[in-house]
């Protein structure tokens, strides 16, 4: 289990002291609490949306609660079904990232298991639930523990891995769908290039984009660029954690030539966490907003999801209740506003750790605490 994983499991165990609050409005609507038995539990990672469903993994529970579940939920009635329970060996366990749905097929990761122990690439069709493993990662030169999604790019899979690789600190590795060979497109040393690399990749152009949540100048991380073909890296940016931002784990997106994403800690002394921009060509930082540990959210742990001119996301914790928020942010004033504070003593949940997916109108999520403390599905109106 990777730094970042004990740093949100410890906060997970410490949600219980979360003081109650306000009734909300019926622009959030819990679409399904999982119920802390073979339905799946403490859902980390974002949806996906395909053929008019909601997909997503949970790292915990389901037939074997040890291990974790791929499930489906309708938007609209709130039904889930488990499409696939993880049994650890040989198939996986703990699937921290979301699912990635390419021709007819969902592809992901796990973050231990295997036949080694250190994570798995794995298919798995949506209709039956048949899931093959591609790949078993072994913990050494060839990564270990990955806990993003993938994506798909010239051909093959890309992901991050936050242990493992030539230095042990971390790398970008490419799966073949077809064949499940395996290759490390980069190796990380934890120094100026960076470390611990936990969230998702982007495409933009030629290259591949992300952040690693350790190394840079000064220890609080990086956002890089990565030539697919050659391996070259670049730092585009080194983190200060102060007064700029620190310890990036979720994905970016881009928009109009900037590079957006969240900070998990920094910003200022109270540690909030932070939005930020950053030109890919100059490296130039802005940081669009810092969060203050008070009503507008704290520790961002995801990505930025775009549309109607604004980006949304999520903290998780923060907010009225202390329980997180969903929030809004004008990427060109960086004015931010909380569209919703989860409330942990009624039926929204708290502490949700995942990117928002917009489908509909409307913006789906998860919350990682339910109503029964095991984690929603949820949905907001933007």
């Given at each position: 289990?990777?730094?970042?994983?004990?740093?949100?499991?410890?906060?997970?165990?410490?949600?219980?002291?979360?003081?109650?609050?306000?009734?909300?409005?019926?622009a959030f609507v819990a679409l399904h609490d999982?119920?802390?038995?073979?339905?799946?539990?403490?859902?980390?990672?974002?949806?996906?949306?395909?053929?008019?469903?909601?997909?997503?993994?949970?790292?915990?529970?389901?037939?074997?609660?040890?291990?974790?579940?791929?499930?489906?939920?309708?938007?609209?009635?709130?039904?889930?079904?488990?499409?696939?329970?993880?049994?650890?060996?040989?198939?996986?366990?703990?699937?921290?990232?979301?699912?990635?749905?390419?021709?007819?097929?969902?592809?992901?990761?796990?973050?231990?298991?295997?036949?080694?122990?250190?994570?798995?690439?794995?298919?798995?069709?949506?209709?039956?639930?048949?899931?093959?493993?591609?790949?078993?990662?072994?913990?050494?030169?060839?990564?270990?523990?990955?806990?993003?999604?993938?994506?798909?790019?010239?051909?093959?899979?890309?992901?991050?891995?936050?242990?493992?690789?030539?230095?042990?600190?971390?790398?970008?590795?490419?799966?073949?769908?077809?064949?499940?060979?395996?290759?490390?497109?980069?190796?990380?040393?934890?120094?100026?290039?960076?470390?611990?690399?936990?969230?998702?990749?982007?495409?933009?152009?030629?290259?591949?984009?992300?952040?690693?949540?350790?190394?840079?100048?000064?220890?609080?991380?990086?956002?890089?660029?990565?030539?697919?073909?050659?391996?070259?890296?670049?730092?585009?940016?080194?983190?200060?954690?102060?007064?700029?931002?620190?310890?990036?784990?979720?994905?970016?997106?881009?928009?109009?030539?900037?590079?957006?994403?969240?900070?998990?800690?920094?910003?200022?002394?109270?540690?909030?966490?932070?939005?930020?921009?950053?030109?890919?060509?100059?490296?130039?930082?802005?940081?669009?907003?810092?969060?203050?540990?008070?009503?507008?959210?704290?520790?961002?742990?995801?990505?930025?999801?775009?549309?109607?001119?604004?980006?949304?996301?999520?903290?998780?914790?923060?907010?009225?209740?202390?329980?997180?928020?969903?929030?809004?942010?004008?990427?060109?004033?960086?004015?931010?506003?909380?569209?919703?504070?989860?409330?942990?003593?009624?039926?929204?949940?708290?502490?949700?750790?995942?990117?928002?997916?917009?489908?509909?109108?409307?913006?789906?999520?998860?919350?990682?605490?339910?109503?029964?403390?095991?984690?929603?599905?949820?949905?907001?109106?933007?």
């Amino acid at each position: 289990m990777n730094l970042l994983k004990r740093h949100v499991f410890a906060a997970i165990a410490c949600a219980g002291v979360l003081s109650p609050a306000e009734t909300h409005a019926k622009a959030f609507v819990a679409l399904h609490d999982f119920a802390c038995t073979t339905d799946g539990r403490l859902p980390y990672a974002g949806l996906s949306y395909h053929d008019g469903l909601l997909y997503g993994t949970t790292p915990v529970g389901g037939a074997d609660p040890a291990n974790g579940t791929i499930y489906e939920v309708n938007p609209v009635t709130g039904g889930e079904r488990i499409i696939h329970n993880f049994t650890g060996t040989p198939d996986g366990s703990e699937p921290f990232a979301g699912l990635l749905f390419h021709n007819g097929t969902f592809y992901g990761t796990t973050n231990s298991g295997g036949t080694a122990g250190a994570g798995t690439v794995f298919a798995v069709k949506p209709a039956t639930g048949a899931e093959t493993v591609l790949y078993s990662f072994t913990g050494g030169a060839d990564a270990a523990y990955p806990q993003a999604g993938l994506i798909y790019a010239r051909g093959r899979l890309f992901g991050t891995a936050g242990e493992g690789g030539a230095a042990g600190q971390g790398a970008v590795f490419a799966v073949d769908p077809r064949s499940g060979a395996e290759t490390v497109t980069y190796s990380f040393t934890g120094g100026q290039d960076g470390g611990t690399p936990v969230g998702s990749l982007v495409q933009q152009g030629n290259f591949l984009y992300g952040t690693t949540t350790f190394g840079g100048s000064a220890g609080a991380g990086t956002v890089f660029r990565l030539n697919p073909n050659t391996g070259a890296e670049k730092v585009i940016y080194s983190f200060q954690n102060v007064p700029d931002a620190g310890f990036p784990s979720g994905g970016l997106t881009f928009l109009n030539g900037l590079i957006y994403g969240t900070t998990s800690s920094g910003g200022t002394a109270k540690d909030g966490g932070t939005v930020f921009a950053i030109n890919p060509q100059t490296g130039a930082e802005t940081v669009l907003h810092r969060f203050g540990r008070g009503r507008d959210g704290a520790q961002p742990m995801a990505g930025l999801t775009y549309t109607n001119n604004l980006f949304y996301g999520t903290t998780s914790s923060g907010g009225k209740n202390g329980a997180g928020t969903v929030f809004s942010i004008d990427p060109v004033y960086g004015n931010e506003k909380t569209i919703y504070s989860f409330n942990p003593a009624g039926q929204s949940g708290a502490m949700p750790l995942s990117n928002l997916i917009f489908q509909s109108g409307m913006l789906f999520g998860t919350a990682n605490q339910g109503a029964q403390g095991c984690g929603s599905v949820f949905s907001v109106v933007p």
